[in-house]
Protein backbone atom coordinates (compact mmCIF):
# COMPACT_ATOMS: atom_id res chain seq x y z
CA UNK A 1 0.00 0.00 0.00
CA UNK A 2 1.23 3.77 -0.75
CA UNK A 3 0.22 6.56 0.76
CA UNK A 4 0.91 9.73 -0.79
CA UNK A 5 -0.19 13.05 0.90
CA UNK A 6 -0.42 16.73 -0.54
CA UNK A 7 -1.87 19.90 0.36
CA UNK A 8 0.30 21.24 2.59
CA UNK A 9 2.18 24.95 2.53
CA UNK A 10 2.80 28.01 3.98
CA UNK A 11 -0.17 29.81 5.61
CA UNK A 12 -0.40 32.74 8.14
CA UNK A 13 -1.65 32.48 11.26
CA UNK A 14 -5.47 32.20 11.59
CA UNK A 15 -5.47 30.68 8.32
CA UNK A 16 -6.48 27.28 6.68
CA UNK A 17 -5.45 24.53 4.57
CA UNK A 18 -7.04 21.20 3.47
CA UNK A 19 -4.93 17.68 3.33
CA UNK A 20 -5.50 14.98 1.68
CA UNK A 21 -3.59 11.43 1.61
CA UNK A 22 -4.31 8.97 -1.61
CA UNK A 23 -3.60 5.08 -0.66
CA UNK A 24 -3.28 3.03 -3.57
CA UNK A 25 -2.16 -0.57 -4.46
CA UNK A 26 -5.07 -2.26 -2.02
CA UNK A 27 -8.37 -3.86 -3.10
CA UNK A 28 -9.23 -3.74 0.19
CA UNK A 29 -10.84 -0.98 2.56
CA UNK A 30 -8.35 -0.04 5.01
CA UNK A 31 -9.26 0.39 8.45
CA UNK A 32 -8.01 3.04 10.75
CA UNK A 33 -6.05 5.72 8.87
CA UNK A 34 -4.78 8.61 10.37
CA UNK A 35 -2.49 12.05 10.43
CA UNK A 36 0.41 12.64 12.85
CA UNK A 37 2.92 15.02 12.58
CA UNK A 38 6.37 15.90 14.02
CA UNK A 39 7.81 19.17 14.55
CA UNK A 40 11.74 20.52 14.56
CA UNK A 41 13.45 18.46 17.61
CA UNK A 42 10.26 16.65 18.99
CA UNK A 43 8.75 13.17 18.29
CA UNK A 44 5.91 12.61 16.14
CA UNK A 45 2.35 12.77 17.79
CA UNK A 46 -0.73 11.80 16.62
CA UNK A 47 -3.33 14.47 15.41
CA UNK A 48 -6.30 12.61 14.37
CA UNK A 49 -7.66 9.40 13.86
CA UNK A 50 -10.53 7.99 11.86
CA UNK A 51 -12.02 4.51 11.89
CA UNK A 52 -13.57 2.72 9.11
CA UNK A 53 -16.84 3.28 10.29
CA UNK A 54 -16.18 6.92 10.85
CA UNK A 55 -15.74 7.12 14.60
CA UNK A 56 -13.09 9.50 14.85
CA UNK A 57 -10.19 11.06 17.80
CA UNK A 58 -8.42 14.24 17.89
CA UNK A 59 -5.31 15.69 20.45
CA UNK A 60 -6.26 18.17 23.13
CA UNK A 61 -4.42 20.77 20.84
CA UNK A 62 -6.12 20.29 17.67
CA UNK A 63 -9.84 19.93 19.20
CA UNK A 64 -12.20 22.39 17.59
CA UNK A 65 -9.88 23.70 15.21
CA UNK A 66 -9.03 20.33 12.49
CA UNK A 67 -11.54 17.91 11.32
CA UNK A 68 -10.35 14.75 9.85
CA UNK A 69 -12.99 13.09 7.36
CA UNK A 70 -12.52 9.57 4.68
CA UNK A 71 -13.37 8.22 1.54
CA UNK A 72 -13.68 4.80 2.18
CA UNK A 73 -14.64 3.95 -1.58
CA UNK A 74 -11.55 5.25 -2.59
CA UNK A 75 -9.17 4.93 0.21
CA UNK A 76 -8.77 8.32 1.31
CA UNK A 77 -8.25 10.40 3.98
CA UNK A 78 -8.37 14.49 4.54
CA UNK A 79 -7.78 16.90 6.82
CA UNK A 80 -9.34 20.29 6.90
CA UNK A 81 -7.41 22.36 9.16
CA UNK A 82 -9.11 25.79 10.63
CA UNK A 83 -7.76 28.50 12.36
CA UNK A 84 -3.93 27.48 12.28
CA UNK A 85 -1.53 28.19 14.76
CA UNK A 86 2.58 28.73 14.85
CA UNK A 87 3.11 25.53 16.81
CA UNK A 88 0.62 23.43 13.95
CA UNK A 89 3.94 23.95 12.41
CA UNK A 90 5.15 20.45 11.14
CA UNK A 91 5.39 17.80 8.24
CA UNK A 92 2.30 16.23 8.68
CA UNK A 93 2.11 12.13 7.78
CA UNK A 94 -0.61 10.01 6.02
CA UNK A 95 -0.92 6.75 8.12
CA UNK A 96 -3.34 3.80 7.45
CA UNK A 97 -3.53 0.24 8.54
CA UNK A 98 -4.67 -2.86 6.97
CA UNK A 99 -2.88 -5.81 8.72
CA UNK A 100 0.18 -3.89 8.77
CA UNK A 101 0.71 0.00 9.39
CA UNK A 102 1.68 2.09 6.33
CA UNK A 103 3.18 5.41 6.22
CA UNK A 104 3.06 8.25 3.58
CA UNK A 105 6.27 10.52 3.50
CA UNK A 106 5.06 13.80 4.64
CA UNK A 107 3.81 17.06 3.69
CA UNK A 108 4.88 20.50 4.79
CA UNK A 109 2.91 22.67 6.90
CA UNK A 110 4.28 26.03 7.47
CA UNK A 111 2.21 28.51 9.85
CA UNK A 112 4.15 31.94 9.76
CA UNK A 113 3.21 34.50 12.66
Known amino acids: VQLVESGGGLVQAGGSLRLSCAASGSRFRLNNMGWYRQAPGKERELVALITRGGITNYADSVKGRFTISRDNANNAVYLQMNSLKPEDTAIYYC????????WGRGTLVTVSS
Open 95 to 102: NADLAMTY
